[in-house]
């Protein structure tokens, strides 16, 4: 089961490029990301996704290129880049969401914003962090833990039974999460919360927790 909003592996490489771009500055922030290259999120949209028409991937203005590597100091080869480890961001900083995961219920809106803060060199490697509120991850997460995330990018790198903030269409939420035929299930730390499954087709991103900072 792929839960990626987009099949990154079919991509073209400068597309995959592109993209893998955009889930290290703003942890597949489409939006965020399309704000910070100075294009309309539709054009982003178009790019991810095969022409219905042919089941091509469009191919990337040299516009778009420019734009890219501008803002971000980069050069053209910078498209040509055969592996992932040479996308990574070199600049030290993560993004932080401001965003709460809801660690009790799903929300009902997504809202996120963010800003950069300096790598935390005491965790694992991570994309970004965030907040959690709620008590349903207690004892092990605690309301108001700062969660460090790797976003997921291929399904068969999830790790069963570890914990997981999700982004879903009703919301973020974090919890430890199992395969299921209908989609992920999402089970609760503390016993008084009810597993539920989300639907696979209502799943935005998956992200591993890979540390946390407690204040």
Not at 89 to 106: F, V
Not at 193 to 211: A, E, H, M, N, W
Request: aromatic share 8%.
């Amino acid at each position: 089961m792929r839960i990626a909003k987009y099949d990154y592996e079919a991509m073209p490489r400068e597309t995959r490029n592109l993209y893998l771009l955009m889930m290290d500055k703003t942890a597949g922030g489409q939006t965020a990301f399309a704000q910070e290259i100075g294009v309309r999120q539709q054009t982003l949209t178009r790019l991810f996704r095969p022409d219905p028409r042919n089941g091509r991937y469009p191919a990337i203005s040299p516009d778009i290129k420019e734009k890219v590597c501008r803002h971000y100091g980069l050069d053209q080869s910078f498209f040509l880049a055969e592996t992932e480890s040479s996308l990574r961001n070199t600049d030290q900083t993560r993004p932080r969401i401001d965003q709460t995961a809801s660690a009790g219920k799903l929300t009902e809106e997504i809202d996120v914003s963010y800003e950069r803060y300096p790598v935390i060199k005491q965790l694992p490697d991570y994309d970004f962090t965030i907040l959690v509120k709620g008590d349903s991850m207690e004892p092990e997460i605690k309301s108001g833990d700062e969660l460090a995330c790797r976003v997921v990018t291929d399904a068969s790198f999830i790790q069963w039974g570890k914990v997981h903030v999700l982004d879903t269409d009703q919301g973020i939420v974090v919890k430890r999460i199992y395969d299921d035929k209908d989609g992920l299930k999402c089970v609760s730390d503390n016993p008084k919360y009810l597993p539920f499954t989300v639907p696979k087709d209502q799943l935005r991103s998956v992200c591993l927790v890979v540390g946390l900072v407690r204040f």
